[in-house]
T-cell receptor, first 111, second 113 residues
Framework: RKEVEQDPGPFNVPEGATVAFNCTYS??????FFWYRQDCRKEPKLLMS???SGNEDGRFTAQLNRASQYISLLIRDSKLSDSATYLC????????????FGKGTKLSVIP | ETGVTQSPTHLIKTRGQQVTLRCSSQ?????VSWYQQALGQGPQFIFQ???????GRGNFPPRFSGLQFPNYSSELNVNALELDDSALYLC????????????FGQGTRLTVV
C-alpha cells in the first residue's frame, strides 16, 4: 500500500464548477500535510497547508481528519488557470523532513 | 521564482554512465532534499542534507549519493545509470525547523538511453 494515495483522476470540469480532491495517508506518525500544485513540466509549488481545523484561502479549502487519516481539497468556482496536477503531501521522517507525495490528480478546467 | 536553481536543466546520458546534478539553495536555507519524479508519478524522496550531513534517506540504492557544501548548495550523483533512472530530478531547500516551507527548483530532466 502506498503511503499517500489520491483519487486517480483525471478530472475534467467546466469553468465555475466545484471540484473535490481526496487523499489518504497510511503513516499515522505523519506530522504535517500540504497540497502542492504542479503545472505541466514545472516544479511543484505549495498551494496550502492542511490543518485539522480546516483552512481556507479564497476559493480553496483544505481539511484534515487525523482519525480517518484523510485529507481533502475543495476548489470552488473553478478557473481555467486552475488546470494543473494537484499533489497531496504528508511530512514524516524522524529527525528529518521528508515529503511523501501522492501520485497526483490532474485537473482540466474546460471553457 | 523560488531562489532555488538547478543545473543542468536537461541531460542525456548513456546507460552505465555517471551523472552529477547541482542545486543552489535559497539564501538562508540550510536543508536540501532531492526527489525523483518519474513520468506520471509523484516525486519520490531520495535523501536530505542538513549542514553538510545526510539526515534522511528514501528507498534508493547506494549508487545514488550526494553532497552538501558549506554554502549549502548540493550535488546529487548517480553511478551506473539505468534506463529507469530517466526522470525529473527535483531539489528542494528549506530553513530548519518544523514550519519551514520547502521551495523547489525547476528540476533537471535526465534521459538515460
Amino acid at each position: 500500500r502506498k503511503e499517500v494515495e489520491q483519487d486517480p483522476g483525471p478530472f475534467n470540469v467546466p469553468e465555475g464548477a466545484t471540484v473535490a480532491f481526496n487523499c489518504t495517508y497510511s503513516n499515522s506518525a505523519s506530522q504535517s500535510f500540504f497540497w502542492y500544485r504542479q503545472d505541466c513540466r514545472k516544479e511543484p509549488k505549495l498551494l496550502m497547508s492542511v490543518y485539522s481545523s480546516g483552512n481556507e484561502d479564497g476559493r480553496f479549502t483544505a481539511q484534515l481528519n487525523r482519525a480517518s487519516q484523510y485529507i481533502s481539497l475543495l476548489i470552488r468556482d473553478s478557473k481555467l488557470s486552475d488546470s494543473a496536477t494537484y499533489l497531496c503531501v504528508a511530512v514524516s521522517g524522524a529527525g528529518s523532513y521528508q515529503l511523501t507525495f501522492g501520485k497526483g490528480t490532474k485537473l482540466s478546467v474546460i471553457p | 521564482e523560488t531562489g532555488v536553481t538547478q543545473s543542468p536543466t536537461h541531460l542525456i546520458k548513456t546507460r552505465g554512465q555517471q551523472v552529477t546534478l547541482r542545486c543552489s539553495s535559497q539564501s538562508g536555507h540550510n536543508t536540501v532534499s532531492w526527489y525523483q519524479q518519474a513520468l506520471g508519478q509523484g516525486p519520490q524522496f531520495i535523501f536530505q542534507y542538513y549542514r553538510e550531513e545526510e539526515n534522511g534517506r528514501g528507498n534508493f540504492p547506494p549508487r545514488f549519493s550526494g553532497l552538501q557544501f558549506p554554502n549549502y548548495s548540493s550535488e546529487l550523483n548517480v553511478n551506473a545509470l539505468e534506463l529507469d533512472d530517466s526522470a525529473l530530478y527535483l531539489c528542494a531547500s528549506r530553513a530548519a525547523g518544523p514550519q519551514g516551507e520547502a521551495f523547489f527548483g525547476q528540476g533537471t530532466r535526465l534521459t538515460v538511453v
